[in-house]
T-cell receptor, first 120, second 114 residues
Framework: GAVVSQHPSRVICKSGTSVKIECRSL??????MFWYRQFPKQSLMLMATSNEGSKATYEQGVEKDKFLINHASLTLSTLTVTSAHPEDSSFYIC????????????????FGAGSRLTVL | AQSVTQLDSHVSVSEGTPVLLRCNYSSSYSPSLFWYVQHPNKGLQLLLK??????LVKGINGFEAEFKKSETSFHLTKPSAHMSDAAEYFCVVSATSGTYKYIFGTGTRLKVLA
């Protein structure tokens, strides 16, 4: 089945530094990937839709200069948290859509294992 | 506009007893509906999905859900809970056309008592 790999799983950084999180589709091509943020004991909030070869589409209230998304290939999207602050500490999860056809995987999002960011 | 409501934030059941996690949805399109499970500090795993085929959907680990259009519900059930079922469960709605954005419910934390 479709697998999405997310790295790193955990990262601790100092306030003011930038952190990059990678999301890879391992056995399929993903023209669209999605980035979510999850606060403790809360649901997932969509941050942005990452489109291969074009600019990401950000949800209302998400700072695009703070959360830089690059989707340079059909199998890789990256989220960079720039000048991180403690309030950016969260669990970030990426997902990719297995698109096309009427098979069991159609229109299903496959999620990465998540990245827990802690900003000191 | 699409939305999904999970009626219970916490559910506790004894091991071996049935599980019922409730979900109601609202969608202006013919919806696709999903249930995902999340174990602590892990990503989300797809349990099952409804995409306008059979209204009773069977998923992994003995879970199933029934799509009831008249009630706008998509409740998740399992006949007999296992300790390993303890996790957070999310009901999700997506349009079958358009942007394929997922709208997540607020989650239901399932606790299984020995």
């Amino acid at each position: 089945g479709a697998v999405v790999s997310q790295h790193p799983s955990r990262v601790i950084c100092k306030s003011g530094t930038s952190v990059k999180i990678e999301c890879r589709s391992l056995d399929f091509q993903a023209t669209t990937m999605f980035w979510y943020r999850q606060f403790p004991k809360q649901s997932l909030m969509l941050m942005a839709t990452s489109n291969e070869g074009s600019k990401a589409t950000y949800e209302q209230g998400v700072e695009k200069d703070k959360f830089l998304i690059n989707h340079a290939s059909l199998t890789l999207s990256t989220l960079t948290v720039t000048s991180a602050h403690p309030e950016d500490s969260s669990f970030y999860i990426c997902s990719a859509r297995v698109s096309g056809g009427q098979g069991s995987g159609a229109n299903v999002l496959t999620f990465g294992a998540g990245s827990r960011l802690t900003v000191l | 506009a699409q939305s999904v409501t999970q009626l219970d934030s916490h559910v506790s059941v004894s091991e071996g007893t049935p599980v019922l996690l409730r979900c109601n949805y609202s969608s202006s399109y013919s919806p696709s509906l999903f249930w995902y499970v999340q174990h602590p500090n892990k990503g989300l795993q797809l349990l099952l999905k409804y995409t306008s085929a059979a209204t009773l959907v069977k998923g992994i680990n003995g879970f199933e859900a029934e799509f009831k259009k008249s009630e706008t519900s998509f409740h998740l059930t399992k006949p007999s809970a296992h300790m390993s079922d303890a996790a957070e469960y999310f009901c999700v709605v997506s349009a079958t056309s358009g942007t394929y954005k997922y709208i997540f419910g607020t989650g239901t934390r399932l606790k299984v008592l020995a």
